[in-house]
C-alpha cells in the first residue's frame, strides 16, 4: 500500500536547504510509536564537499566581522529559539522519546542559553602580553581555525549540537554540523531560525545523514581542521584514529559508567531524590548518569528500599503526554541493548529488584514503541561487566561499601571517568574524595548542576580535551604569538 509522503528533512548548505546529491533519504522513526514519521537525507562524502565549498567561501568575511556583530546575530538566534520553545520541545520529544516536559525545561532552554553564552562570551575576552625583559614584547592572537566539524549524538540533540556550534562560530569560524541521524529533526528547524536571524549563508552548514557515511566524510576532509565529537568511545577512537595523520585539532566527549556514592552521613531525602534524577532521567540516557550506586553499608537496607520506592513512582508513558516522567528509549537497538545487559546481568549473579521487564504499552498510539522501565539490579560484583561496560539506558547497579578507600577503588576501577557524584555531610570528607575520583566532573550533593564557564570533558576513556567556557573559546581558537623586539 503506498503510504502519505513523509515530511523531508534536507541539508542546509549555503544558507539554502537542499536535496542529498545522492536523493536518497532514510526514514525517522517516532521512539514512543516505532512508526516512521520523517525522512532525513542520507547524504555521502559529495554533500559534505558541497559543504566544505560553502564553509569556505563564507570564511573570510565572518571571520573578520567584529565580534559585536557576530553576538548580535547569534543572540538573535537565541532570541527565536525560545520565542519557538514549545515548537521545539515537541520536535524534541518526539524525535528523540525523552518526556516533553524535559525537553522544555532542560533540552531547549540549554540551547537559547548555549547561543547567549557563547554569544556574549566573546564580547569579554583578553588575551595575554609577554614582556621580555628589555628585549622584546609579545602578544597572544586568537584567531579562528577556519572549519569547524561538529557532529553529535541523539540523546540530547540540540543541547549538545548548540554546545559546539555556538563557540564555533562565535569566535569567528564557519561550520559543518552533523546531528545524529536518528534525531535529526531540531538541527532542521535551527537552520531556519539561523536564516531568520541573518546568520550569512555558509557559516552554519547542516549535513544530514549516517555516521559512518557524513561523520566520517567530515572528520577526513582535509580543509575542516578542527573536530568537535560527542558520543560513543568506539566512534571516538574511529574519529581520533582519522584525524591523528591529518593532524587536526579533536575535541572527544565519549561515554561513561559514572560512580554514584551515597555516605552514611548524606541527607538521605536529598541523596535519594538526587539519585532517581541522576540515575533514569531522560531514560537513563544522559552520558552523566551515575548508572553505578555504591552505597555506605550503615545506610544501605534503607536507601535502597526508598530508592525502589520513588523510583517505582515516576510516571512512565506517552512522551508528548505532560505528566510523563519516563518515556521511549530512542530506537529498537538501543533497547535490545538494555535488554541484553539486564539478562547478562542476571547471570552474572545480579537481582532485579525494580522493573527488568517490557512493560505494556502506555496507550494504543505508543503501541509498538520502545518501552523499558527503570530498573535497578543489586548483588552484584564490582568488576562484572555490568558494572564495567556503559548501557545507556534505565538500569542502574546498587553495591554496598564499607570503607571510603574502598569505594574510591570501586569508582576508580573503570575505563571510564566522565562524572561522578558523591552525597556526604561531612565536608572534609567531600574534598578528600573529590580530589580522588578520576573523573571530569565531581558533583557533591548534587548532579547535573552546569555552570557553563566551567571546564566539562571526560578523563581516561572518556574522552580528550575540554570543553565549556574559556575552554572551548580557545578550543575553537588558534593562539599566534607575535613578537616584537624593541
Ligand atoms: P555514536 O558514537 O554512535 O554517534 C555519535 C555521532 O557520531 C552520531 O552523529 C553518529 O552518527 C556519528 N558517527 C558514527 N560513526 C561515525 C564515524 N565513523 N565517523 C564520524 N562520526 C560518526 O553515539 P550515540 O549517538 O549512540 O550516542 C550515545 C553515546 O554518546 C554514549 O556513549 C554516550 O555516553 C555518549 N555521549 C557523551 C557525552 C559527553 O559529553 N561525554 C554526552 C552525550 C552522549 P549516526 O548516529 O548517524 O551513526
Redesign the pocket.
Known sequence: MARTALPRIQNFIDGQFVEPISGRYLDNIEPATGKPYSQVADSDAHDVDLAVVAAEKALADWAKKPAAERSKIILRIADLIERDLEKFARAESIDTGKPISLARSLDIPRAVANFRFFATAILHTESEAHITDNVAFNYTLRQPRGIAGL??????PLY?LSWKIAPAIAVGNTAIA?????TPMTAFMLCEIAREAGLPNGVLNVVQG???KV??AI?AHPKVNTISF????V?GR??AETCAPLFKKVSL????KNPNIIFADADLDAAITGSVRSSFANQGQV?LCGSRLFVERPAYKEFVERFIDETSQLKMGDPLEEKTEQGAIVNKTQLEKVKFYVELAKKEGGKTTLGGVEPQPPNERCRDGYFFPPTIITGLPVSCRTNRE?I?GPVVTITPFDREEEVINYANDCDYG?ASSVWTQNLSRAHRVAERINTGTVWVNCWLLRDLRVPFG?MKQ??VGREGGEEALRFFTEPKNVCIAK
Do not use: M
Open positions: 557532529i553529535s549524538p541523539w540523546n540530547l549538545l552533523k546531528p545524529s541521524e536518528l549516517t555516521g559512518p561523520g566520517a572528520t560527542t558520543g560513543g568511545t566512534t574511529k574519529v566527549e565519549l561515554g561513561g552520558c556503559e545507556f566522565l571526560g572518556s574522552g
